[in-house]
């Protein structure tokens, strides 16, 4: 038998995220769940309130709705015969984490791309000369 040494475990974050973002960004991707997620926003609704603004059917909504119950956006309980839904922002926290990253590449890269064109344009680059119309002397 070969042992290995043990060391302290490391931790990735964001790769441990990952399953959880997947499965996120897949809820999110449809027009659908994101519209009854921004419904859940405003307090709890139906199954039925959640399906009503779409011309789909209960078992339709109820599929929806199960893709964001499994990206963890959104928790359901029943009561009596009626399914509650309720919004849980925890997992779109995860989300914004990972897209403010991009955030800031693409801010930083806007700025410096800001700055070189600002230096460029104090350096006197050279203006393009006015082309002159048909039969015009410049």
């Keep these: 038998m070969v042992d290995f040494p043990v060391g302290p475990l490391i931790f990735n974050r964001m790769v441990e995220l990952q399953p959880q973002l997947d499965t996120v960004f897949h809820a999110l991707g449809d027009a659908t769940r994101r519209r009854m997620l921004r419904e859940l926003a405003g307090g ?3 199954v039925g309130q959640l399906a009503e603004p779409f011309v789909i059917s209960l078992a339709a909504a109820s599929k929806h ?3 964001l119950e499994q990206a963890g956006l959104i928790r359901r309980e029943v009561r009596g015969r009626t399914h509650w839904c309720r919004l849980d922002p925890r997992p779109l926290a995860s989300a914004h ?3 403010s990253f991009y955030e ?4 930083e890269r806007l700025d410096i791309l800001e700055r070189l064109l600002r230096e460029e344009r104090a350096r006197g680059a050279p203006k393009k000369s006015p082309k002159g119309k048909k039969g ?3």
């Excluded at 800031?104 to 801010?107: E, G, M, P």
């Design 44 to 46: 709890e609704r139906t």
């Design 65 to 67: 709705i199960k893709a």
């Design 97 to 99: 984490q990972w897209l």
């Design 104 to 107: 800031r590449f693409w801010r």
């Design 136 to 138: 015009e002397s410049k």
